[in-house]
Structures are given as structure tokens and as C-alpha cells.
């Protein structure tokens, strides 16, 4: 395993520390730690990097555990820096803001590769799930069966993300989110990345290994539930449910109004017993296909 670091801003001390393992093709790139506080990814490939470090490889891996570090550092989704998204500006700019160049940075690397994987955080009450553009392009579609997760959504496509970006230069790539946010995750969601990573090698016959592939269904875009008014909500449902439009999703407090989902599919995350304000999304459900 070789490690390579570099130093994207000295100020303030922004370095990228990727870590090579194997060599030739096919070439992976798995990165995690994107929004700084989605820890569960940067979690999951150090695992994997040791468990790796003394096996021959057939083809590559790159692992990239924090690709935000100054966010990492402070538990942050985005750059404390230039408060900017680092996630909404691939491919990046060399002479950019922190966020532009650590992109270009991460891009270079990204170019390089035949398959990447960007390891999110979907908050602590969420199933895990594959995001990618499975409806618009083969290639797309034929990676995420490596991947052993069985929920498979299709992005909104919004421009700026690395999965997207590489998606459209034609390169299979896709993000797995899983629980995890402000610097916490869901230790059985971590076990279930890690298998992940090693399924997708195995698959990619890199390591010689059997590991069954999921039962995988395929959803449309994900669409939320919002409430309207200020109140405590108290979810009926969890997190993996299937629901039809107008099944109850809910109840505000404090005159017991029933929040009904206004879509059928699969719910990916639900809000936990909380306060809610106008405008909240109370549940995200990718819409059945
Ligand atoms: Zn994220």
C-alpha cells in the first residue's frame, strides 16, 4: 500500500491523503467524508484498507478517506472555509476556492478510475440505499449490481456532484448513502459498506473472493412529504416501509393531524419524533417504476 498525500492548501492546511493499494486495471476509486460530517464512508474504508493491505490484487483501489478534510475536522457538511458544497462543484477549478481546487484534485484521481464509489450519509434515520443515474445510462445501471445493497435510486442529476459529473464523461460511477451525519453513524450500516467494498472487488474479480450479490429493486427519483406548519411530528412509519399515496406517514401533535404520504414507493429516510417548521420534509420516499 502506498499513501500518497497532497497538499491542496497550505493556509489552511487542506491535504488529501490517498491510498493506493494493487496496481493496473480495472481501477476502483471509493472516497468518502465528501460532506465533512458523513463519517461513515471515511469509517468504512479505513476497515477496509487494513483488511486489504495484505492481499494480492488483480487491478487497483484507490481509497480516499476524507476528500473534505476541513469540514471532516469540524463536523461540518461544508467547507468552513468558503462555506461552499464541495459536492455541487465537480469538476472543480485549479485556481478556485479551496472547495474548486480539492474538486479538481479529487477529479484528476477520479479520471483515472474505471469505477467509482462515493460513500454519503443519509442521517441517522434512513435506510441505506444506492444513488446514481441508473435510468439514463447502461453502464450505470450494470455497475450498481455490483454493489451489494438492495435499494437502487436514481439521482435528481443535479450538476456539480462527482458521481454525476463522471456518469456523464461515461464512467460508471454512483454514491451509496447510509446512515450518518454530524460526525455519528449506524455501526450495522458501516458492516454493510464495508461487505460493500468487497463485494464490488470481488465482483470486479480484483480480489478472489465469493460474495453473494443483492436482490436489488430499482425506484424513481426520491420526492419528500413536507408539512406546512410548526409542531412536534411523530413518525407511524420507519425507515425501508413501502407506502401508496395516502397512507398515513404521521401525526402533528398538537391537534393529532394526520400526515399522509403524497407518493408510492419506498421510504429512504423519515424524520425521527421532533420539531418540525414550514417547510420540513418529514419523509423521503423514491417513487416506485
Ligand atoms: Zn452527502
Known amino acids: 500500500m502506498s499513501r500518497v498525500s497532497v497538499e491542496v492548501d497550505k493556509t489552511y492546511g487542506a491535504t488529501l491523503s490517498f491510498y493506493r493499494l494493487g496496481k493496473g486495471k480495472p481501477r476502483v476509486l471509493v472516497t468518502g467524508a465528501m460532506h465533512g460530517d458523513e463519517v461513515i464512508g471515511t469509517y468504512s474504508i479505513r476497515r477496509a484498507i487494513s483488511s486489504l493491505d495484505e492481499r494480492t490484487l488483480k487491478g487497483s483501489v484507490t481509497f480516499l478517506p476524507v476528500s473534505n478534510p476541513l469540514a471532516f475536522r469540524c463536523r461540518e457538511r461544508a467547507s468552513p472555509v468558503d462555506s461552499t458544497d464541495l459536492n455541487r462543484v465537480f469538476p472543480g477549478d485549479e485556481k478556485g476556492s479551496v472547495s474548486q481546487r480539492l474538486a479538481h484534485t479529487i477529479w484528476q484521481e477520479a479520471t483515472q478510475a474505471d469505477y467509482i464509489l462515493d460513500l454519503h450519509g443519509c442521517g441517522m434515520s434512513c435506510i441505506p440505499y444506492v444513488l446514481c443515474l441508473h435510468q439514463e445510462f447502461d453502464y450505470v ?5 455490483k454493489l451489494a445493497i438492495s435499494t437502487v435510486v436514481e439521482s435528481s442529476g443535479l450538476r456539480g456532484q462527482l458521481f454525476i459529473e463522471a456518469s456523464h464523461k461515461k464512467m460508471p460511477a454512483a454514491i451509496i448513502e447510509a446512515g450518518s451525519h454530524r460526525g455519528i453513524f449506524n455501526t450495522d450500516h458501516a458492516d454493510q459498506l464495508y461487505r460493500t467494498i468487497f463485494g464490488l472487488l470481488a465482483s470486479l474479480s480484483i480480489i478472489d473472493e465469493k460474495v453473494p450479490l443483492a436482490k436489488q429493486r430499482f425506484y424513481g427519483k426520491i420526492s419528500n412529504t413536507k408539512v406546512d406548519e ?23 401533535t398538537t391537534e393529532g393531524k ?9 421510504i429512504t429516510s423519515v424524520q425521527m419524533p421532533g420539531v418540525v417548521f414550514p417547510g420540513d420534509s418529514v419523509a423521503n420516499i423514491a417513487e416506485e417504476i
Do not use: W
Open 141 to 145: 445501471r450494470e455497475y450498481v449490481r
Open 230 to 252: 410548526e409542531d412536534f411530528f411523530i413518525p407511524r412509519v420507519t425507515a425501508g416501509m413501502t407506502v401508496k399515496k395516502g397512507d398515513l406517514l404521521g401525526v402533528m
Open 258 to 266: 394526520k400526515v399522509l404520504s403524497q407518493h408510492s414507493g419506498i
